[in-house]
């Protein structure tokens, strides 16, 4: 099986302007999870969708968003960049409710210059 | 709320030598997972391992060991004759048995094998 792929892998944006980046998870997955890792803060869950609904959300301001379409890819979008936003963006893959192992993706590593 | 501690910021150790990497944990919950990832340099998180809370037994697959302690709320991962590929920043995380709860991470710990 084909592992989670993100793209894009490497994007460069100025504050203020926003970006989506777009998760394909394992073939049968149905949930998937995004992290934030910064050397600072370390990896944080965002949020997660399961189904096309969002499941849980991490304590990130509303600036950042996602979605999750019929087949189970997701996006996630964050507006109104800031400098602190600059980090590793990971999504996970997992098969949904009672599996709780997730599969993570290379991730798009985002500057925000 | 959950907690995850590895207080091993970074390890150096000569190629061949055992390592052992410390986790631990902090949660309320009964029923919870436990588990172990690798991140090379090509920062993709690879899962190496899932522990639920009620099976205690350790386990061992190639030069990999993890011994979970219930008692000691840890539960530590060792490498056998660390090879230079081991080199990595690793990861102890914890999820709650709660349909798809989301993983709560340790800072890491950057292990270095030297030749």
């Known amino acids: 099986k084909a592992g989670v792929t993100q793209t894009p892998r490497y994007l460069i944006k100025t504050r203020g302007q926003q970006v989506t980046l777009s998760c394909s998870p394992i073939?049968?997955?149905?949930?998937v999870s995004w992290y934030q890792q910064t050397p600072g803060q370390g990896l944080q869950f965002l949020f997660e969708?399961?189904?096309?609904?969002?499941?849980n959300k991490g304590n990130f301001p509303g600036r950042f968003s996602g979605r999750q379409f019929s087949n189970s890819r997701s996006e996630m979008n964050v507006s109104t960049l800031e400098l602190g936003d600059s980090a590793l963006y990971l999504c996970a893959s997992s098969q949904g409710l009672a599996v709780p192992e997730q599969f993570f993706g290379p991730g798009t590593r985002l500057t925000v210059l | 709320a959950q907690k995850v501690t590895q207080a091993q910021t970074e390890i150096s150790v000569v190629e061949k030598e055992d390592v052992t990497l410390d986790c631990v944990y902090e949660?309320?919950?009964?029923?919870?997972?436990l588990f172990w990832y690798k991140q090379p340099p090509s920062g993709e998180l690879v899962f190496l391992i899932r522990r639920n809370s009620f099976d205690e037994q350790n386990e061992i697959s190639g030069r990999y060991s993890w011994n979970f302690q219930k008692s000691t709320s840890s539960f530590n991962f060792t490498i056998t004759a660390s090879q230079v590929v081991d080199s990595a920043v690793y990861f102890c995380?914890?999820?709650?048995?709660?349909?798809?709860?989301?993983?709560?991470f340790g800072k890491g710990t950057r292990l270095s094998v030297i030749a």
């Open positions: 073939s049968g997955h149905r949930s």
């Open positions: 969708y399961f189904s096309e609904t969002q499941r």
């Open positions: 995380a914890l999820s709650l048995d709660s349909g798809n709860t989301p993983l709560v």
């Open positions: 949660t309320r919950d009964t029923t919870y997972y």
